[in-house]
C-alpha cells in the first residue's frame, strides 16, 4: 500500500539559511499534519491543512511557513534557521474525510542538521 | 489543555515476558486515544487506537482498554520478542470540533528486549 512520502529523507544546512521539506500525503487522503520531533522527545505538532487551507496551528515558530498544494502535496518552508531548528520532522496526513476515517498515518520523517 | 503522560523507560525485558507501559490523560470531553511504535531510523507507526470508553484496541498481540474512570490506555503484551524493541508512544486527539485535529504525544518509553 502507498505510504507517506517525505523528501528530502536527510538536509543539513548552515545557521541563517533556509529548507523546503516535502510531503506527498497517501492519495486521496486529504488532511496533512507537520510535527517537528527533537531529540529524544514526542513529536510536537505545527501546523495542518485541509483542502489547501489551514485548519489548525501549533508551536510552529514565525519563521516557518507552509502550505498544501492543489494535488494535496504540503511543502514546510522555514528560514533564518537555527541550531534548535535540527530535528526529526514527520509529515502526516488522513482522510478523505467524507470516509469518515480519520487515523493519522506518518512519512518516514526529513532529518534536519544545522551547523 | 490536552496532556499524555506515560511511564518513564527505558524498559527492559527478557524474550517471553510480560510487558506493561503504563499510560494516563489529561483532557476534556473524549478524546480518541493511540499508541504508535518508531523503530530505529524510521518513522511512526499506528499500533492500535480506541476511540470511546472501555473499547479495546489490539494489533500484533498488543493490547490495550480505554478506561474513562481511570483515564488510562495501558499497553500490554503477553510474550514480548525481540523485534518488539522500539519506542513506543502514547497520544490522544481531543473530542469536539474537527475531529481531524493535532495528536498529542507522551514523551515515549524506549522498550529493549533481549533474547
Known amino acids: 500500500a502507498a505510504g507517506v512520502i517525505q523528501s528530502p529523507r536527510h538536509l543539513i544546512k548552515e545557521k541563517r539559511e533556509t529548507a523546503t521539506l516535502k510531503c506527498y500525503p497517501i492519495?486521496?487522503?486529504?488532511?496533512v499534519y507537520w510535527y517537528q520531533q527533537g531529540p529524544g522527545q514526542d513529536p510536537q505538532f505545527l501546523i495542518s491543512?485541509?483542502?489547501?487551507?489551514?485548519?489548525d496551528k501549533g508551536s510552529i515558530p514565525d519563521r516557518f511557513s507552509a502550505q498544501q498544494f492543489s494535488d494535496y502535496h504540503s511543502e514546510l518552508n522555514m528560514s533564518s534557521l537555527e541550531l534548535g531548528d535540527s530535528a526529526l520532522y514527520f509529515c502526516?496526513?488522513?482522510?478523505?474525510?467524507?470516509?469518515?476515517?480519520?487515523?493519522?498515518?506518518f512519512g518516514p520523517g526529513t532529518r534536519l542538521t544545522v551547523l | 489543555g490536552n496532556s499524555v503522560t506515560q511511564m518513564e523507560g527505558p524498559v527492559t525485558l527478557s524474550e517471553e515476558a510480560f510487558l506493561t507501559i503504563n499510560c494516563t490523560y489529561t483532557?476534556?470531553?473524549?478524546?480518541?486515544l493511540f499508541w504508535y511504535v518508531q523503530y530505529p531510523g524510521e518513522g511512526l507507526q499506528l499500533l492500535l487506537k480506541a476511540t470511546k470508553a472501555d473499547d479495546k484496541g489490539s494489533n500484533k498481540g498488543f493490547e490495550a482498554t480505554y478506561r474513562k474512570e481511570t483515564t488510562s490506555f495501558h499497553l500490554e503484551k503477553g510474550s514480548v520478542q525481540v523485534s518488539d524493541s522500539a519506542v513506543y508512544f502514547c497520544?490522544?486527539?481531543?473530542?469536539?470540533?474537527?475531529?481531524?485535529?493535532?495528536?498529542?504525544f507522551g514523551q515515549g518509553t524506549i522498550l529493549t528486549v533481549h533474547p
Open positions: 502526516a496526513s488522513s482522510g478523505p474525510r467524507d470516509s469518515g476515517t480519520d487515523t493519522q498515518y
Open positions: 483532557a476534556t470531553g473524549y478524546p480518541s
Open positions: 491543512f485541509y483542502e489547501k487551507m489551514q485548519s
Open positions: 492519495p486521496r487522503h486529504d488532511t
Open positions: 497520544a490522544l486527539r481531543r473530542s469536539g470540533g474537527t475531529s481531524y485535529g493535532k495528536l498529542t
